[in-house]
């Protein structure tokens, strides 16, 4: 054999497993709008390490049921995904958060995966090795494709994060374009003709695609169904649009399969403070920090709001900084995602008048603490991160929050929003965590449970929050007055927190050893369970918005 086949056999080999590693991570990108990420996950590893496994090892079987040129059809598969998942998820209600996202990757990146990993094997069977050698060589190379499984997952995962959105072939839709591409490119064949009607119904009328034609008809079928797309755009955090309610007139903020809040539009905006109604009590439930009064200085008086500092992690459409920001409190917002910043600025009204941060809140409180800005330091912090089903777990572990009570002063209070099933052991043990780091806590729902008896439902789904001060003591929520409520109805009804939990259910039960506070590096258990509450999330999520506007993205 020359010696420039033993060198180019191997390289095609590899790049064929790569270019099937690095659509793992897109295919997970496009199945989290219609499933959320969460639940997008759950299988997916299983399936991408199977199929590379049965292509490598299941080699001799494949080859008596495939045909001799199974290479030329991969780059028309690879064409045809967007099409096939554009049909697939028009069912996603009937195949539900648990079984769909399998099923649509089982007929579409697994047999993608499989076949490239076979293609491989079959490649490398060209090169002539005595009977000893091959052994080696068989074991060898199953271990390197799954090297190479995980690489390729890596490498595409930084580029998503470091490109996802800035162009039209880095959208979900684009980089699955991009790897058809190179798979034809890989494995030319006069087959690729077969790919002309997806590619078409791609460019055409796959309305996930980002283009001007495929949005207005994108807003045709959304129209149809009483609600417009005002923007939308890819990015770090996922799917993000603007969609409104005809019939209601409202306005909300969506992210993958989750909403970051929404406002009323047909309820006049408040002249004074440029304030709309939000449509979530939860957000304004969180304003309730600046009620917070201890027992012990109750009668004392405390400073005006000019002259308090405020944190919030987590900005959504900005219902909460916003009020912060009405009342004359120096704010500073913590967002990871520069889309929902600038959203929340062009399209519910975000004020300016504030510190706006565009960074991942760990290093951002890490960086405050360890350069030792002493003037940052807040009267009130708010944490309110949930998205997508379930909240970043980093941002729940004990070093975290303990981060958080070093920023804030001896008389600061501690918002934190915790949306997941009440009834699940990932909320005791969030709750848990955060009652170890803080020293007096009260826990609040965001509307009365359905049942009288908790114990008696099945799923407990709700918003809750936990307010927190740094020193110990009972705390009292003054009543609010007129100025606190900036002329809105909403903060009328919502404001004072209302619907109280008892904190003893969740701490530590005598003779539990299970029970220990979420950690860096050992956050597994809070990851299986937060699996579970994001199904239950989204079978919400299909209850607050129709399931046509979540399939047609």
């Not at 058809?180 to 460019?203: E, G, T």
């Not at 958080?404 to 965590?433: C, E, M, Q």
């Not at 780091?437 to 729902?445: E, K, L």
């Amino acid at each position: 054999m020359a010696r420039g086949s033993i060198i180019q056999i191997p390289l095609r080999a590899a790049a064929l497993l790569v270019l099937a590693a690095m659509y793992s991570p897109v295919s997970q990108l496009s199945l989290s709008p219609v499933y959320g990420a969460i639940p997008a996950s759950i299988y997916h590893q299983s399936l991408m390490a199977v199929a590379i496994l049965m292509g490598t090892t299941g080699k001799p079987v494949l080859k008596r049921y495939l045909p001799a040129g199974t290479a030329s059809f991969i780059p028309v598969l690879a064409f045809s995904i967007p099409t096939a998942q554009f049909f697939l998820f028009q069912h996603s209600s009937w195949l539900g958060a648990t079984h769909g996202p399998w099923i649509t990757e089982a007929v579409t990146v697994f047999p993608l995966a499989l076949l490239s990993a076979f293609c491989a094997a079959t490649l490398l069977d060209r090169l002539d090795f005595t009977q000893r050698h091959r052994a080696i060589w068989v074991a060898g190379s199953s271990m390197a494709s799954y090297a190479l499984l995980k690489g390729g997952q890596s490498f595409s995962k930084s580029i998503i994060r470091r490109r996802i959105g800035s162009g039209l072939a880095f959208t979900r839709s684009g980089l699955q374009s991009v790897l058809a591409v190179l798979y034809a490119l890989l494995l030319p064949s006069k087959l690729i003709v077969l790919a002309i009607v997806p590619v078409l119904h791609s460019a055409l009328f796959n309305v996930h695609v980002p283009l001007e034609h495929t949005t207005a008809l994108l807003n045709r079928t959304l129209q149809a169904n009483d609600y417009t797309l005002i923007a939308r755009q890819e990015s770090l955090t996922g799917y993000i649009s603007i969609l409104d309610n005809i019939q209601d007139g409202f306005r909300v903020m969506r992210c993958d399969h989750s909403l970051l809040g929404g406002e009323w539009l047909r309820l006049p905006m408040n002249a004074k403070t440029g304030l709309r109604e939000p449509i979530y009590a939860v957000f304004v439930l969180l304003e309730a920090v600046r009620l917070v009064q201890p027992v012990e200085r109750w009668e004392e008086p405390t400073l005006p709001d000019s002259q308090k500092n405020a944190l919030v992690i987590g900005l959504g459409i900005g219902t909460t900084p916003s009020a912060l920001i009405a009342h004359g409190i120096n704010t500073t917002t913590v967002e990871i995602d520069p889309v929902v910043c600038d959203f929340a600025t062009r399209y519910f009204g975000l004020p300016a008048g504030h510190k706006s941060v565009i960074e991942d809140a760990i290093s951002y409180v890490e960086k405050v603490q360890t350069t030792g800005r002493q003037h940052e330091h807040y009267d009130y912090i708010i944490h309110d991160v949930f998205t997508g089903g379930a909240e970043p777990v980093g941002l729940f572990t004990i070093q975290f929050l303990t981060g958080l009570s070093n920023l804030l002063k001896p008389n600061g209070v501690v918002a934190i929003n915790y949306a997941g099933d009440l009834l699940l052991d990932s909320a005791r043990l969030v709750i848990y965590t955060i009652k170890s780091v803080f020293p007096s806590c009260r826990i609040f729902r965001e509307v009365a449970p359905l049942s009288s008896s908790i114990t008696d439902a099945e799923h407990d789904f709700t918003n809750v929050v936990i307010f927190c001060t740094k020193t110990p003591g009972p705390f009292k929520f003054r009543v609010p007055s007129e100025a606190d409520f900036l002329g809105s109805r909403a903060r009328e009804s919502y404001l004072l927190p209302q619907h109280e939990i008892n904190g003893v259910d969740f701490e530590r039960q005598e003779g539990e050893v299970d029970l220990t506070p979420i950690a860096e590096g050992r956050t597994q258990m809070l990851d299986r369970w937060q699996k579970q509450g994001a199904v239950g999330h989204w079978s919400i999520m299909r209850t607050v918005l129709p399931s046509v506007i979540w399939e047609n993205w």
